[in-house]
């Protein structure tokens, strides 16, 4: 019953190589996202993708990608890895609702992915 | 766009003591503001949010608070108990689809 569910949880490659992360929520959520948490812990948003609308972290090199084969779904590939791309990589979901003068669209995160660039 | 600034970066106190952590935040659209604790190896989970309508929220032993006019919220954690140690994430947000902005994070130990 895991909501939002990453695979690899570690994935360990070689400089200059392509990889994908996948993410899937069985939430039924309509907004997903992509952070990157460094080695200092620090937490950056990389993408948010809901169905009609990407929203793409100006400073995140365009070698990364996210692809949505459907709303459940949003996989992170990479392009060329580089050693500064070593990272946990966590997706996240959400999804807007409001009644009755109450509203949420918390966001919650899958269980990361480890990624160690050789 | 958004910068929020989090102190202390580490705070230490006594179990069954009070903890607070600071936050900032430099867009005046934005108006959620969540909190998010992470154990080491695991995910960040929310464990208590505010939005900009509201000045305070409370659940058990946490409690937010907001001042819009100078653009900053708290986490206040009554009581503490070892349970708590965890870095602790603040962030905000202007809405629809966009993704949070953290602040860098407060490692939070609870001496015993």
Same mark, same amino acid.
């Given at each position: 019953?895991?909501?939002?569910?990453?695979?690899?949880?570690?994935?360990?490659?070689?400089?200059?190589?392509?990889?994908?992360?996948?993410?899937?929520?069985?939430?039924?959520?309509?907004?997903?996202?992509?952070?990157?948490?460094?080695? #200092?812990?620090?937490?950056?948003?990389?993408?948010?993708?809901?169905?009609?609308?990407?929203?793409?972290?100006?400073?995140?090199?365009?070698?990364?990608?996210?692809?949505?084969?459907? #709303?459940?779904?949003?996989?992170?590939?990479?392009?060329?890895?580089?050693?500064?791309?070593?990272?946990?990589?966590?997706?996240?979901?959400?999804?807007?609702?409001?009644?009755?003068?109450?509203?949420?669209?918390?966001?919650?995160?899958?269980?990361?992915?480890?990624?160690?660039?050789? | 766009?958004?910068?929020?600034? !989090?102190?202390?970066?580490?705070?230490?106190? !006594?179990?069954?003591?009070?903890?607070?952590?600071?936050?900032?935040?430099? %867009?005046?659209?934005?108006?959620?503001?969540?909190?998010?604790? !992470?154990?080491?190896?695991?995910?960040?989970?929310?464990?208590? %949010?505010?939005?900009?309508?509201?000045?305070?929220?409370?659940? !058990?032993?946490?409690?937010?608070?907001?001042?819009?006019?100078?653009?900053?919220?708290?986490?206040?954690?009554?009581?503490?108990?070892?349970? %708590?140690?965890?870095?602790?994430?603040?962030?905000?947000?202007?809405?629809?689809? %966009?993704?949070?902005?953290?602040?860098?994070?407060?490692?939070?130990?609870?001496?015993?």
């Amino acid at each position: 019953d895991t909501a939002v569910s990453q695979t690899p949880k570690y994935l360990v490659t070689q400089m200059g190589n392509d990889k994908s992360i996948k993410c899937e929520q069985n939430l039924g959520h309509d907004t997903m996202y992509w952070y990157k948490q460094d080695s #200092k812990k620090f937490l950056k948003i990389m993408f948010s993708y809901n169905n009609k609308e990407l929203i793409i972290n100006e400073t995140v090199p365009n070698r990364f990608s996210p692809k949505s084969p459907d #709303k459940a779904h949003l996989n992170l590939h990479i392009n060329s890895l580089e050693l500064g791309d070593s990272a946990v990589y966590f997706c996240a979901s959400s999804q807007f609702w409001a009644s009755g003068g109450a509203m949420t669209d918390t966001q919650y995160f899958g269980p990361g992915t480890r990624l160690t660039v050789l | 766009g958004e910068n929020v600034e !989090q102190h202390p970066s580490t705070l230490s106190v !006594q179990e069954g003591d009070s903890a607070v952590i600071k936050c900032t935040y430099s %867009d005046s659209a934005s108006n959620y503001f969540p909190w998010y604790k !992470q154990e080491l190896g695991k995910r960040p989970q929310l464990i208590i %949010d505010i939005r900009s309508n509201v000045g305070e929220k409370k659940d !058990q032993r946490i409690a937010v608070t907001l001042n819009k006019t100078a653009k900053h919220f708290s986490l206040h954690i009554t009581e503490t108990q070892p349970e %708590d140690s965890a870095v602790y994430f603040c962030a905000a947000r202007e809405g629809g689809a %966009d993704g949070l902005t953290f602040g860098k994070g407060t490692h939070l130990i609870i001496q015993p």
